[in-house]
């Protein structure tokens, strides 16, 4: 017989300690004596978990600025599936860059290639359990997505651990950044 991993191990532990104390008795008899049933069952749950979800690239922005006025000057989509395992947060300037302000920082938005947009921070917001708990120290920006407003202002969207929940805004590009802010991509 194979050894069972010392993580797997841990795995089930946790499982059998956290399961709730009130399964009422006819669910947990049907699912015991129906081990397929039982294990379609977790493998939904554990897939739930593990998929997180697609990005519709036509779906309506939830936070349209339209409305507002504003003019969208680019949108990424890309990649269509988004996850925990699939997106990471990085430094906006690297250190021993000078800081930018101004026309200069829209320039340096507009020309990062490995970008997320809105529709990822939007999806975020509704799949709050998703973000990893690391992120919660900084403003996750979006700089996929780019807006203009009438007066020609650009802004980005991003998404910020406050009381206990993330929320969403859109901060002014041309104002630069500071150490707490950083850029959501793909994972590599």
Request: aromatic share 8%.
């Given at each position: 017989?194979?050894?069972?991993?010392?993580?797997?191990?841990?795995?089930?532990g946790?499982?059998?300690?956290?399961?709730?104390?009130?399964?009422?008795?006819?669910?947990?008899?049907?699912?015991?004596?129906?081990p397929?049933?039982?294990?379609?069952?977790?493998?939904?749950?554990?897939?739930?978990?593990?998929?997180?979800?697609?990005?519709?690239?036509?779906?309506?922005?939830?936070?349209?600025?339209?409305?507002?006025?504003?003019?969208?000057?680019?949108?990424?989509?890309?990649?269509?599936?988004?996850?925990?395992?699939?997106?990471?947060?990085?430094?906006?300037?690297?250190?021993?860059?000078?800081?930018?302000?101004?026309?200069?920082?829209?320039?340096?938005?507009?020309?990062?290639?490995?970008?997320?947009?809105?529709?990822?921070?939007?999806?975020?917001i509704?799949?709050?359990?998703?973000?990893?708990?690391?992120?919660?120290?900084?403003?996750?920006?979006?700089?996929?997505?780019?807006?203009?407003?009438?007066?020609?202002?650009?802004?980005?969207?991003?998404?910020?651990?406050?009381?206990?929940?993330?929320?969403?805004d859109?901060?002014?590009?041309?104002?630069?950044?500071?150490?707490?802010?950083?850029?959501?991509?793909?994972?590599?």
């Amino acid at each position: 017989m194979a050894e069972v991993p010392e993580w797997y191990t841990a795995f089930v532990g946790a499982v059998v300690a956290r399961l709730p104390r009130d399964i009422d008795e006819s669910t947990a008899r049907g699912l015991t004596e129906s081990p397929d049933a039982l294990e379609e069952a977790l493998r939904g749950l554990l897939s739930s978990v593990e998929a997180g979800g697609s990005i519709d690239a036509n779906a309506p922005f939830q936070n349209d600025k339209l409305t507002d006025g504003w003019k969208l000057l680019e949108d990424q989509s890309e990649p269509s599936q988004i996850s925990a395992d699939t997106i990471e947060i990085a430094l906006f300037i690297e250190e021993g860059q000078p800081d930018l302000i101004g026309e200069d920082m829209v320039e340096h938005v507009i020309a990062i290639t490995s970008k997320l947009g809105q529709r990822h921070a939007e999806y975020l917001i509704d799949h709050q359990d998703v973000i990893p708990e690391e992120f919660r120290r900084y403003s996750v920006i979006f700089p996929g997505t780019i807006w203009t407003d009438n007066v020609g202002n650009h802004y980005v969207p991003y998404i910020k651990y406050r009381q206990e929940v993330w929320t969403i805004d859109f901060g002014i590009v041309e104002g630069g950044v500071d150490d707490r802010d950083r850029l959501a991509r793909p994972r590599a």
